[in-house]
Antibody, heavy 120, light 112 residues
Framework: QVQLVQSEAEVKRPGASVTVSCKAS????????IHWVRQAPGQGLQWMAW????????NYAQKFQGRVTVTRDTSINTAYMDLRWLGSGDTAIYYC?????????????WGQGTLVTVSS | DVVMTQSPLSLPVTFGQPASISCRSSQSLVYIDGNTHLNWFQQRPGQSPRRLIYKVSERDPGVPDRFSGSGSGTDFTLKISRVEADDVGFYYCMQNTHWPPTFGQGTKVEIK
């Protein structure tokens, strides 16, 4: 079955960087885009970026341009999201999502989420 | 960015009764190919979201038929015909007609 398993929770200092990983299984990794979406405590959902695992092409929300990088390693079916210069406003659960924006029956899967806490 | 506005933000419901959530977009969501890319997601307490509806009214696998989506242009609705205990949580609309994808603020469905 399709699974996206994310890395464990992180606590970071302001100004630091964080890397969240997302390991895919149960399907051909290069067949579907991986998106990153975050959810601040008690808040809604915010799209951040996508990566095409086949080509490595990426697209970022303007809000995060220059501060986020998404990559992938096809040898281990894993996508990564790096976020730099963390501030308190970056405290959130970060989700990887397969095929978020492709309007096709039954293709959207979410990881379990990774809580990133930014605190001094 | 397209702004998605949901109402109400809180929806107390009674088991077995219907419920309805509205979602309005700041621009038409009709794409150049004629499709309308409006989705609905459910997030149960402590869980990741899951997509219920795509292209306004198409249900995903395993979604009970008591969930239905409707609407066009800028006005959309998610209806639950008879609320069950499993339906408690937050519901979000999301558009991906225009870049970047944007979500509504969420509607909390809770039992009266």
């Amino acid at each position: 079955q399709v699974q996206l398993v994310q890395s464990e929770a992180e606590v970071k200092r302001p100004g630091a960087s964080v890397t969240v990983s997302c390991k895919a299984s149960g399907y051909t990794f290069t067949d579907y885009y991986i998106h990153w979406v975050r959810q601040a405590p008690g808040q809604g959902l915010q799209w951040m970026a996508w990566i095409n695992p086949k080509s490595g092409d990426t697209n970022y929300a303007q809000k995060f341009q220059g501060r986020v990088t998404v990559t992938r390693d096809t040898s281990i079916n894993t996508a990564y999201m790096d976020l730099r210069w963390l501030g308190s406003g970056d405290t959130a659960i970060y989700y990887c999502v397969r095929d978020l924006t492709n309007a096709v029956y039954g293709t959207v899967y979410w990881g379990q989420g990774t809580l990133v806490t930014v605190s001094s | 960015d397209v702004v998605m506005t949901q109402s109400p933000l809180s929806l107390p419901v009674t088991f077995g009764q219907p419920a309805s959530i509205s979602c309005r977009s700041s621009q038409s969501l009709v794409y150049i190919d004629g499709n309308t890319h409006l989705n609905w997601f459910q997030q149960r307490p402590g869980q990741s979201p899951r997509r219920l509806i795509y292209k306004v009214s198409e249900r995903d696998p395993g979604v009970p038929d008591r969930f239905s989506g409707s609407g066009s242009g800028t006005d959309f609705t998610l209806k639950i015909s008879r609320v069950e205990a499993d339906d408690v949580g937050f519901y979000y609309c999301m558009q991906n007609t225009h870049w970047p994808p944007t979500f509504g603020q969420g509607t909390k469905v809770e039992i009266k």
